[in-house]
């Protein structure tokens, strides 16, 4: 992208999204994350296959061993390497938070979009709504969700989203009024553009940062989140090596296996570190203000 | 120039303000030095960005820390250098002997604070020894002065038009007297209407109390009626000061000419206005020679290539310039 | 401003018997029978049979929905529990002291702490204070709040002895239970204070009072603080919402007998008067904290107060 051609073409194109990569990582901590979150991302995708041990591999004579060379994290109950166990767990959370980011992020732009653009009535309905859903907490919500759907992998990513819907709805719509009044929609308007097509193509594009930000910094919650329905007993079940579902299996021996549920409990408060700093680097990065 | 120094009120000396950005260093004020008499009005002259709000803040010193740093100079006001002062003292000038109108009245007025209020505030602050009750009365004089009802002074900005905002927020720059008034393009943000009648209000006020007064604007309209003396700033630095007569009558410096050459004159019928080519330069990266030699159409190599000092072409009228006043 | 009190309160109203009929509807058409699973596996068809009868299961829809709300709003009644047969209401009344005592220290610690820690990082931007503050509350923020709550078992109660691992015995049994449901709230309120104060430290009007000679402590407390409070109050609402729901894990880690456990043992057996009665009584709170912060933003800015005593018909601000 960044060769003499296309500077010539199109020097705008290449700017939007590297140029807030370059200015996200501009920032020390930013930085932090973002090579943490990489380095995360890469164990979890590779990490499992240079083990020497598999997730399901019992050894009931070593059962509860303190991290040593051969275990660096130690064995759980049953004698299963909890380093691979994390290591392949990851995908799960990592999915799950990703996954339930995009679904609640996408349902909340759509619906705040057409209650911010389309206004009155349609507005009035849906923000109640949206009251309504929101006086029930977020965790609540969830709880009674997963509770009803049952557990697994995809109900626990819908349990999850709709808890967030409510808060993307109203960053939506409060970003859309905002932006409502300007005088390019008017422009636009006034060559007779299709209203649909002024919203997805002129409005969208000029209120996304926020979400995008929002939908970061809600992996990360996800993440915490799903780890807790999991270790409730609600969200993903053991022996799945999700890192709630493991803090769950673990959390019997605490007192006196404590590093059982230690490292996976580490690694969520790792990787939701580094997604914090990414997304907080993110939204300055995208804060227009703060743009020179 | 002793004989000129004694009379000085207000006497700014190489002060330099630069500001920090990450690495960058925006050098805001190189060097500017103006002396002031006693109820003498001057007028800082020059475009957005050319260091005239950084000066009025560095006399009150109210810089923004960080990222602005004050590197060097003097401002004695009165014979006492306000540089030297500790903050404990300097928060006793502040708004006693110097007072500050700023730009946008829309947002200088703390919006959860009645008007009332905020010109109490700086009454009390300022006069310790009187009562409550005498100090509200005060500042309800302070509203009649600029003509709003005192009826008014439990009212909040939000319930004032901008420019009643504005007059509030002159009361509460003359609520203490003010030796030295810092005007920071106190109508740029009002309509032109409303313009005329703020300056008037100030003019008028000004003259009443003997107040000095600092005028920063763009607009050489609002410097012709006003100012006694004018100051033409570009890049951080004076580039052409003296008294109203010789700008106006013998405007010398280019960067002046061009100011004037870009006002509409409606006795020439002309179809386009003649803007200054170009842009002022990068503050974090200032010309080696002249600062405005890129811009300058009569620009030579010797511009490019030494600094130009600030001469006297003539008593009292100084140009920062190599080429211009050494022909005449 | 009365009439918008009324009109809020209303609305609390409203909000809470659609949010009764939302849980209602959940539970109604979770799969399962929760008289079989009540009665246990060995149970005959008439025995579930009658069961269903006697929980009134069998009725439509409809009328087991009304029947709900009749009892739940206008006799504030609701129901028994199905495993325990004892008065919803009245075990919500026995529970209610311990989640508010966590939940109402967890808050004033919140607010005092997060607005304190908020203001000392940005009066200290950019210096080394400010990144130190912002790099534990980040950490904080990050870390699960009920793994936090294990591995403080293991240190204060099994290694060093400190504190009782679980339970309400001793008032000191509670101080885990409140450091963990509070930390994370006062990292984001810490955060959320230090970037609306950075949000108004450069205002003009700071700037105006600054010229006046006003001193920087005073200038901080009396123009900065109350300006910066908008988003800072509407993040109290928030941090009081998730103090709330995230009780009940706090609760579940520390074997704390308040509503959140009460309700996770609900969900677990089946036991859907008690899930309702708890769903009912979070929601009840979240409305009303979101009533205070509504009227905190009135109380706080003139101009809302202004819109909200000029038009009888002035929206809700979205969050």
Redesign the interface.
Known sequence: MANSGSEKKAPKKKSMFLETLQRTVKSPSAKLGAILFCLIVLAVIIGPYLSPYKIDQFDLLNTKAKPSAAHPFGTDALGRDILVRILYGGRYSLSLGILTALLGSAVGVVIGSVAGYFGGTTETIIMRIMDIWSSIPGMLLCLLISASLGTGFGNTILALAVGGVPGGVRLQRAQILRERGKEYLEAAESINCPKTKIMFKHLLPNVISPTIVNATMTIGMTITMAATLSYIGLGVQPPTPEWGAMLADGKADILYSPHIIAFPGLCIALTVLAINLLGDGLRDALDPRLRS | MSEKQNEAFLSVKDIEVIYTSGKKIVHAVNGVSFDMKRGETLGLVGETGAGKTTIARAILRILPDPPAIFKGGRIELDGVNLIDLTEEEMLKIRGDKIAMIFQDPMTALNPLMTVGDQILEVLQLHNKSESKEELIKRAGDMLELVNIPRERYGEYPHQFSGGMKQRVVIAMALACDPQLLLADEPTTALDVTIQAQVLDLIRELREKYQTSMILITHDLGVVAETCDKVAVIYAGEIVEYGDKRSIYKHTTHPYTIGLFDSLPDISVQANRLKPISGMPPDPTDLPEGCAFSPRCPYATEECRAAHPQLREIAPGHFVRCCLRGKEE | MGRYVLRRIL?VIV??I??AF??FT??Y???GDPAKNLLGASATAEEVENMRHVLGLDQPYLVQLGNFMYNTFLRFDLGNSWTYSVPVMQELGNRLPYTVTIGGISMILNVIIGLLLGIFAATH??KWQDSVAM?IA??F????D??LG??M??LFA?KLKWLP?YGVQYWYSFIMPIIVSSIAGIAVNARQTRSSMLEVF????I?????????EKVVVR??ML??ALMPIITSLGTAF??I???G??VE?VYSIPGVGLY??TG??NRDYPV?RGC?IF??LF??IA?LLVDLAYAF????IK?QYSASAAG??K??
């Open positions: 609305m909000i809470m659609a949010a939302v849980i959940i539970l058409f979770t799969p931007e950019g790099i980040m950490v923020i990050s870390v699960p009920f793994w294990l591995m078992i293991v099994q691992p450069r205002s003009d009007y700037t105006t009072a600054r010229a006046k000679g006003q001193k009396k123009h109350p300006n919402t998730s709330v729901a995230g009940a894990v579940s309700m996770l969900i677990t899930v769903v979070f929601a979240t409305s979101m706080v800015d003139p101009r202004a929206k809700r979205g969050a």
